[in-house]
């Protein structure tokens, strides 16, 4: 059978999800593949999303300062949480939630559910990552604080879709969660995946820089600070905030798209990176070995400027245009 391109795309942790493989598996082989996926999605986001009452998550954050049983999945976010948070040296810190409604991000993103119910951290208190404690199967955070890995958890669950699709017949694939992307292989032409970059004056399109994907798997993840619709944003204020402060970051950086090994490395430092500013941001990706990015800022003068780091870029000429539209 011919190879062929299979995409299919749901709303899940509060954003569209599109997952695209290319095979030549049979029909019923590739719904059991994306049965799979799907499956893993939804019971991640029912695990962790910090804005459902019954999730893990929510249930750990109830009860601090003691040992709490945690399931083997959290344990793993949690020690990756802890470890890119020191790696950061703590512009990462999944403790920042009070902060983060403090700002005005409390309700749901979702369309339906901007009126549910949210549990308020505003009272509690930003500890450092350190702060984390894991044991065997259990784990702690500090008495008066709260845990989001809402920082981390997408690019997290890529990584996890990624192994899953292992043990499949995929010629190649690229998983979209939001802003973080994941990619291997190539397309159903055998070429490399290329992939388009928002724009940051105007997200609903790209820019004229493409990035190339190597066939032994990339990651590509966007952070920037829009302001979210339906949230009590104050003004000039955002999602993206800085652990020293713990406000909204002063930056000049309006996206950051970073390209790494994984998911998981690229989600947390794009948002890094967006905290740090255009002037910081060169050596602190090359510390954490990132080689490629796109930094899209805004001088002091209002005018717009990219800082381009790195090989895997390139400006799209209009022969590549349609490729890019399909492969994006």
């Known amino acids: 059978m011919y190879l062929r391109r299979i995409s299919q795309t749901k709303f899940a942790l509060g954003c569209d999800v599109s997952l695209t493989i290319v095979t030549n598996m049979a029909d019923d ?17 029912r695990s962790f999303s910090r804005f459902l009452p019954k ?12 040992n709490i049983p945690i399931s083997p999945e959290f344990k793993s976010l949690l020690i990756s949480a802890k470890k890119l948070g020191q790696q950061t040296d703590g512009l990462y810190n999944p403790f920042i939630v009070p902060a983060l409604q403090k ?13 549910d119910r949210q549990t308020d951290y505003t009272s509690r ?3 450092g990552p350190d702060c984390i404690t894991i044991g065997g199967n259990w784990a702690k955070i500090p008495y008066g604080t709260a845990l989001d890995i809402g920082g981390c958890g997408k690019g997290y669950l890529a990584d996890q879709l990624g192994r899953t699709l292992k043990d499949y017949d995929i010629q190649g694939y690229w998983l979209s969660l939001g802003g973080d992307i994941l990619t291997k292989g190539s397309d159903e032409n055998e070429n490399n995946i290329s992939l388009d970059i928002q724009s940051s004056t105007d997200p609903s399109r790209t820019t004229d820089w493409i990035i190339d994907c190597p066939t032994d798997g990339y990651a590509v993840a966007t952070s920037g600070t829009f302001r979210s619709k339906g949230q009590n944003i104050q003004k000039n204020g955002h999602h993206i905030i800085d652990p020293s402060t713990q406000q909204p970051a002063k930056t000049d950086i309006r996206l950051a798209t970073i390209c790494a090994d ?6 947390v430092l794009a948002t890094c990176t ?24 805004i001088g002091e003068n209002g005018k717009s400027f990219e800082k381009i780091i790195g090989s895997n870029i390139h400006k799209i000429n ?10 994006a």
């Open 318 to 327: 209009s022969a590549e245009l349609a490729g890019v539209a399909q492969n």
């Open 29 to 45: 082989e590739v719904d059991r593949c994306f049965q799979k996926l799907w499956l893993q999605v939804y019971i991640f986001e």
């Open 55 to 66: 999730s893990e998550l929510t249930t750990f954050n109830r009860t601090t300062g003691i």
């Open 262 to 267: 994984t998911a998981l490395q690229a989600d």
């Open 125 to 127: 208190r930003v500890v």
């Open 103 to 115: 700002a005005g991000y409390k309700k749901s993103a979702v369309p339906g559910y901007e009126r």
């Open 274 to 297: 967006v905290i740090l500013g255009s002037k910081k941001a060169s050596t602190f990706l090359k510390k954490n070995g990132i080689k490629t990015a796109l930094l899209q800022c």
